[in-house]
């Protein structure tokens, strides 16, 4: 971008569900930002977005994109089996990007992306968008201020029963091993792993056990895990996807009290310690990734470092690919 007083002007490659809500609106509504074209192979199916969201350009191939002179940045929000070719050819443009997470297929390809902009000095952001929402941030404070005393293990048991679309047996990426040999848990565990980091730092050891209890799909759908931070601290997980009931709980517990809140929803969280419980609001903004395109904004206008770069989102896919038995 030759004037860094002008707006960004960003590129989208897809536009499904998560574009739909969660990510384009964010982008359109963040002043710095202008959502100027999106790309989807499906004919029609980016004319119809763009028509809908008063985006002024789209296009059906996304090199096209990506080269377009008027393009300034790229955000990759297609199925994670190609954010790596995608990437690597926004980064041999020469501009900016953000990926949806997962990063990429696994930790090799994430690494690949990662060294790919790293040797270029090009910005580089992975939506692991519940980083900068301000119940985390909050959840965070309170460790760092050692108010629930030294953290001593985590907890994260997940289940929900399968949807219709399983039952049916309808493709989709998220069932489908080629593209999530996880499952529902590259998808959603991806965010709760990736928020574990925030609140607790770097992941030294993972080991996992997998399987396929349900049959419906070629992906796993029940996986537990072991961890161990760099800290010291100790930590397990459980993801279900074939239960009878939904759950989503986190605990967290330190020498002085423990935290207990969800990764997903609103439900507020609540600390526990010597001198009573106290509930803490953990608020869904709308669009959900509006404060994480905001922070890449402030980001480039050399303002706070953003939460959400590349060696991070590298990392949840190594603990990924550890959990899954891939390294």
Not at 10 to 22: A, L, T
Not at 108 to 124: D, M, R, T, V
Not at 199 to 209: E, M, N, R
Not at 236 to 249: A, E, M, V
Request: charged share 20%.
């Amino acid at each position: 971008m030759d004037n860094q007083s002008d707006s960004i002007r960003w590129g989208m490659i897809g536009c499904g569900s998560v574009c739909e809500k969660k990510s384009g609106p964010a982008y359109q509504q963040t002043t710095e930002f202008e959502l100027y074209g999106v790309c989807a192979r499906t004919p029609g199916k980016a004319l119809d977005f763009a028509s809908r969201h008063n985006i002024p350009h789209h296009y059906t191939c996304a090199q096209a994109m990506i080269d377009d002179p008027n393009i300034d940045a790229v955000y990759i929000a297609t199925p994670p089996d190609s954010h790596c070719d995608l990437a690597l050819k926004v980064a041999k443009a020469n501009k900016i990007c953000c990926i949806e997470k997962p990063m990429a297929l696994n930790f090799a390809e994430s690494k690949k992306i990662e060294n790919a902009f790293e040797s270029q000095a090009l910005p580089l952001f992975v939506a692991y968008y519940r980083r900068s929402l301000p119940g985390f941030i909050t959840l965070k404070n309170i460790i760092e201020r050692g108010l629930i005393g030294d953290v001593r293990h985590i907890s994260w048991q997940y289940s929900r029963f399968p949807s219709a679309k399983d039952l049916s047996q309808t493709p989709n990426w998220r069932t489908d091993k080629s593209v999530a040999l996880g499952g529902y848990f590259d998808d959603l565990a991806s965010h709760g792993l990736n928020i574990m980091t925030f609140l607790l730092g770097p992941v030294k050891q993972a080991q996992g056990i997998c399987g396929n209890q349900q049959g419906l799909y070629t992906a796993h759908d029940a996986i537990v895990a072991n961890l161990l931070f760099e800290s010291g601290v100790t930590g397990i997980g459980s993801w279900n996807f074939g239960g009878h009931i939904y759950q989503d709980k986190v605990q967290i517990l330190g020498s002085k009290g423990h935290l207990k809140f969800a990764i997903f929803g609103d439900n507020p969280a609540t600390i526990y310690t010597d001198k009573g419980s106290e509930t803490i609001a953990m608020p869904t903004p709308d669009p959900i990734q509006g404060p994480f395109v905001q922070a890449i904004a402030e980001h480039l206008k050399g303002g706070n470092s953003h939460p959400s770069q590349a060696a991070i989102a590298s990392h949840t896919n190594w603990i990924m690919d550890k959990i899954l038995g891939v390294l």
